[in-house]
């Protein structure tokens, strides 16, 4: 190449360079936020030695995955959209609420349970009901419409449940097997319908133990074990696992809560619809 050539392969490389622009370092990728999440360990009636157990559990989850940060509370203080005192905070600082055995009546002021019912029908944020948030506030209507029904008993106390998964493509119960069973304390519930919820996971009613008759009062023999659901805008997930304290040493029980938050918090998605009973041949 002569001199002349060279020069002008040069000029032309320079206008090619100064019409691209001056080189760019690509920006580096935004890390993710964590959402807020407030862990409610209080409880008004029988206290679950497993409480402060799924309370650490799930707040170290979050801190290892860095999908939420949390805040343990064992009083109803923050469940308000008014002033929550100095240096606290109210519900507007949260995107979702796990209830870890919340117990019994709640006594919430008529301000409170407004903005408890608004947070999630009306802001659209996210509910995990542990075990026995299924007992409490059976003088509250919308709170059992909210979760999904209420405590109606334990026929069987503590024993190893057999469990069939019933939607093996939702998020909090994939991970599991089609057929297990878990050592834990499992309800029935009542003012419950599964016409009203998506049906995750359920005892298999044809390998449980005897009962005294009386203690069940379940007709249809329909136990769910967890399920979803919808109240109004907001994410709602329950399920009865997680009495016993060894519970939250277990990757396959802590793993489905840790996935429910994430599918309440809108990380993932799974469905809400209703659907029938399934023969466990079927599942």
């Not at 209080?42 to 799924?54: K, L, N, T, V």
């Not at 996210?126 to 003088?139: S, W």
């Not at 939702?170 to 089609?178: C, E, G, I, M, Y």
């Not at 499992?186 to 449980?208: F, G, M, P, T």
């Amino acid at each position: 190449m002569t001199l002349f050539a060279l020069t002008v392969s040069l000029c032309a490389l320079d206008i090619l360079t100064l019409a691209r622009g001056p080189a760019t370092t690509p920006p580096k990728a935004q890390k993710a936020v964590p959402k807020t999440v407030l862990l409610l360990g209080a409880a008004r009636d029988y206290q679950h030695d497993s409480i402060s157990d799924a309370m650490v559990a799930l707040s170290a989850l979050g801190r290892r995955t860095g999908a939420w940060d949390a805040y343990l509370r064992t009083d109803f203080t923050w469940i308000t959209k008014g002033d929550p005192g100095r240096n606290g905070k109210n519900l507007s600082a949260f995107d979702a609420i796990v209830l870890v055995s919340t117990t019994g009546a709640w006594n919430l002021s008529d301000e409170q349970r407004r903005a408890f019912l608004s947070f999630v029908r009306d802001d659209g944020k996210g509910i995990v009901g542990v075990h026995a948030a299924l007992d409490a506030n059976y003088d509250w209507p919308e709170y059992g419409e909210m979760l999904g029904g209420w405590f109606d008993g334990h026929p069987w106390n503590t024993f190893d449940a057999p469990i069939l998964l019933e939607d093996p493509r939702f998020p909090a119960v994939r991970h599991l097997r089609r057929t297990f069973s878990k050592h834990d304390e499992i309800y029935q519930a009542k003012a419950w319908s599964r016409e009203k919820v998506n049906v995750l996971l359920r005892l298999d009613d044809a390998k449980l133990p005897p009962a005294n008759n009386e203690s069940v009062h379940r007709a249809d023999r329909d136990f769910a074990v967890a399920w979803s659901k919808m109240y109004g805008r907001g994410r709602v997930f329950y399920s009865t696992l997680g009495h016993t304290k060894e519970s939250w040493v277990d990757p396959d029980v802590t793993t489905m809560y840790g996935e429910a938050i994430r599918w309440v918090l809108g990380m993932s998605d799974g469905s809400t619809t209703p659907h029938e009973r399934l023969p466990p041949g079927r599942h």
